[in-house]
């Protein structure tokens, strides 16, 4: 059993930065694909970013890339959502997930163990 606690979303102007925390307890952190999920009312989940188990590869939805970048820190059992020139449309919760799959997947169904999420507010 994986707990995962999200951290760090908040209200921010368009343009500005954010970093997502999220804290996992529980069985062997380094031994799970993480990714970040995120959704907006009506809207189904959709896949932010992921990365694999040593944080050697990454992989990120066409929207956010080279704006948001994940990483991990296997010693502190935490991954991270660096998230720079938000726009309004990146207004979502955002969710941590975990997958004991062996590549990084964009499939919500291979996540395993989901936080609660945090909201993160872009205003224009």
């Known amino acids: 059993q994986v707990q995962l606690v999200e951290s760090g979303g908040g209200l921010v102007q368009a343009g500005g930065s954010l970093r997502l925390s999220c804290a996992a307890s529980?069985?062997?952190?380094?031994?799970?694909?993480m990714a970040w999920f995120r959704q907006t009312p009506g809207k189904e989940r959709e896949f932010v970013a992921g990365?694999?188990?040593?944080?050697?590869?990454?992989r990120y939805a066409d929207s956010v890339k080279g704006r948001f970048t994940i990483s991990r820190d296997n010693t502190k059992g935490t991954v991270y959502l660096e998230m720079n020139s938000l726009k309004p449309e990146d207004t979502a919760v955002y969710y941590c997930a975990a997958s004991s799959t062996v590549s990084t997947t964009q499939r919500q169904y291979d996540y395993d163990y989901w936080g609660q999420g945090t909201q993160v507010t872009v205003s224009s």
């Open positions: 529980g069985r062997t952190f380094s031994s799970y694909v």
């Open positions: 990365l694999s188990r040593s944080g050697g590869t990454t």
